[in-house]
């Protein structure tokens, strides 16, 4: 099928949720994809952070044909082998105790946000309210979105479930004066990707640990975004030396396979006891097989190091295409999470579009952030490659 047919075909029987682009992709193979009329691009977003190993890596698709091969699904009334070898590295490599499998994103954190509420009643306290923070992003079920804070998601879908307050992100004092005897935990990114890649203080971080445990409330970190190497760490949480009490984790878990995980100490995690939350596919033989495959090429390839030098190289020339085009108000972000902030005026959109009849594919959000998100795998000559085609869209730009 051709670009048009497929836009055709998706029109006339896919629900209208997405503004899509006029392209469909087919093809991919580490940061390049192809559209059907054979178009080639250079992919800096990524499917949106989920591809973190490039497209197609050969050990991600070595560990997928074979564990096809074997078992692809069974339920969870009885173990399965990789489940529990993934749950086992991600315990290894991190602050928690027991993990929880599920299938996406919004689904990890109604996992998270279920383990609190249950943490809480099983200690016959009060405490069920979740302060989240404004620009946040959480995902689109129900319970995700009533945490999401901003509006524009939440329209024509109230009542919410309650009850969630917002609150300035970056802002302890924010948190401190949000908090009541109703509170039981609050929850962020600790690098907010949808709402503009926001990175907060070190201190505030640190500061909203000490606040937590002294006022006896739960810490979660929503790092479906930022986890899995994305911020130059395995989980960003690791750039301020804190750690939370629950952890959710979805796009680059599984080199591009839907999975979803809410992580959590030994302590929170008791509260879920048989019965208590379920998934019928969460942590199934085939997604957990390949969450192994591409932890381990994270772990042992090199693959954080480049994201680390490579996104710092990416940072040091975006702040030298802000100084030639001053409608560039900030660069800022960490590893390969980047964003580059537009002035007032300047349609993000718009430079998307052009970057992308050039064959670089860009993402923009709130329509004035260009957020960048590659493959943790990307070169320099890859990085070089992408300004000079953003650099020919920025030059044509009426500020
Ligand atoms: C993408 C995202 C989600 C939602 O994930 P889905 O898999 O789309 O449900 C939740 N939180 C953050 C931080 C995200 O970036």
Redesign the pocket.
Known sequence: MSNQLIIENTANHVMNTYGRFPIALVKGKGVRVWDADGNEYLDFASG??VCNLGHCHPDVVAALKAQAETLIHVSNLYHIEPQSRLAEMLTQNSFAGKVFFC???????EAALKLVRKYFAVRNSPRYQVITMEK??????FG?LAA?GQKKFQEGFEPLLEKFTYVPFDDIRAVKKAVNEKTAAVML?PV???GGVNVPSEKYMKDLRAFCTEAGILLVF?????GMGRTGKLFAYEHYGVTPDIM?L??GLAGGV?I?AMLATDEAASAFTPGTHASTFGGNPLATAVGIAALKVLLEKGVIENCRKTGEYLVKRLNALKRKFPFIKDVRGKGLLIGAELAEGIKGGDIVKECMSKGVLINCVHDKVLRFIPALIVTEKEVDEMLGVLEGALAGVKA
């Open positions: 949106l952070a299938n996406s994103g919004a689904e990890a954190n946040s992003f959480h995902g689109r079920t995700a999401t990114e907010q990707g949808e929503d790092e479906v975004q930022s959710t979805a796009k839907a979803g």
